[in-house]
């Protein structure tokens, strides 16, 4: 069954994290598979802030191919969509712009930043095995989205986007396939309609916000 590689991007760019598999050093000829989090950037590339104690840091400085299993949603099912992200992964130098996705995407990583021990890699994808569900499986070649916002440009999208955005959710992203937000403290993706140019997918986006409402707050109790 042909898979459609857009599938595969969406699926990246609405996860937060997945299990990194390299070839280990300390243990030469087996896989080494560790938990890591990770943002998918404007082509759908997963980028990673990682430690340079970390094993599999070492093992990607001394090899770079890797795998990168991700699945929708917590726990294992096997009904769920999940795939395994082929490619290499190498150290790769963010600008400011680049940088301050990274950190709406992944808050929390600021702080690593300020550590000095973390630095960017980024996986270059090769091929993907997507499995969408029951009898939903293949095989597909890495493919880039047709067009791209790059990260300045869609900073300032983010930035108009925002003031439209209801109380409690806060604008992430902006591709021209999607929308991501985070309400309650949980990234969710939103399609947009089309593949138009960067004003029409604002306004899609600010009508798919003005419809959005935020959750009621928690009030505390068990």
Known sequence: M???????????????????????????????????????????????????????????????RASLLVTDGEGVDLAQARLTLIGRVSPVDLDEAARQRFVRYSPESALYLELGDFRFFRMEPVRARFIGGFGRMGWVDAEPPAAVLDPAAEALIVERLARLAPAGVAVVGVDREGLDVRIAGVLRRLALPGDGEAPALEDAAGILLQGLEAPPAADGLA
């Open 2 to 64: 042909r898979i459609d590689y857009a599938e595969v991007r969406a699926l990246l760019r609405q996860s937060r994290s997945g299990a990194l598999g390299t070839h280990s050093v300390a243990m030469a000829g087996f896989p080494f598979v560790s938990a890591v989090p990770f943002v998918a950037d404007a082509l759908g590339r997963p980028a990673f802030l990682l430690s340079g104690l970390a094993e599999h840091t070492r093992n990607l400085l001394a090899d770079p």
